[in-house]
């Protein structure tokens, strides 16, 4: 990669996207730290310099075209390019979710930022990340949106969700789109779920640390040049479509 590697971390002012960017900017690599919430994103930037990263705020809601416009020519001004970005930002949209039941405005928020965003987000940065000369494009998504698993007896998938989970298999297969059409660069794109972690996102109900939840992602980050592309990982392996 460049000299000094460039990430941009998208929901990165707390839980598991600011693990994920403190665990890379460990590495010595300069952090872009995504965020809507502009005090939070402050926050974070000054913990993550505080504990020695070179990290900088990017205001961003990956719901937003202008948003998004706007911080890739941020990263492009202040950074000068873009070696990996990890699409972390999500949310679950509350339940109950029964398909009988749930207001399809929950489904279509849960879209719009967890599938919609992705897109809207990767597209924006993708000029940048064909500059460089390992990019990689980590998608956060979960093992509740593997049909596999959720239609397999007796494994565990949390509570019916007709929002959140539809929308991680959503993800999952816009994931694949992507590593079709870019199979021709040199851009790994993949997919990582970084277990039942105790964060806001499910009222801190579980039970992995954010620190262990982020894992995955860095990872994936720091694949070398022939690693897997198209792939769905947690830290055990490889997880079933």
């Not at 390019?81 to 979710?97: E, F, H, K, S, Y």
């Not at 009222?203 to 769905?232: E, K, M």
């Amino acid at each position: 990669m460049s000299a000094q590697t460039i990430a941009l971390v998208t929901g990165a002012n707390k839980g598991i996207g600011y693990e994920i960017a403190a665990g890379l900017g460990a590495l010595g690599w300069r952090i872009g730290v995504g965020a809507r919430d502009s005090q939070r994103r402050d926050t974070a930037v000054e913990k993550l310099r505080a504990a020695g990263t070179d990290a900088f705020g990017v205001p961003l809601d990956v719901t937003d075209d202008a948003s998004v416009a706007a911080a890739a020519e941020l990263i492009a001004d202040h950074a000068g390019g873009l070696d990996v970005l990890v699409n972390n930002a999500a949310i679950t949209g509350g339940m109950p979710q029964t398909p009988t039941t749930v207001d399809p405005a929950t489904v279509r928020a849960a879209v719009e930022t967890n599938v919609i965003g992705v897109i809207r987000v990767t597209n924006a940065m993708l000029p940048l990340l064909r500059g460089s000369a390992s990019p990689r494009i980590v998608n956060m998504s979960s093992s509740v949106g593997s049909l596999t698993l959720q239609t397999t007896p007796g494994t565990e998938t949390g509570p019916i969700s007709a929002a959140y989970s539809a929308s991680k298999t959503f993800l999952n297969a816009v994931t694949i789109q992507y590593v079709k059409e870019l199979s021709d660069t040199n851009i790994l794109i993949n997919c990582g779920c970084p277990g039942f972690t105790a964060t806001d996102l499910n009222g801190f109900r579980g039970v992995r640390t954010p620190q262990q939840g982020a894992a995955i992602a860095i990872r994936l980050a720091t694949l070398p040049d022939d690693g897997p592309t198209g792939g769905f990982f947690d830290d055990a392996g490889t997880v079933p479509w």
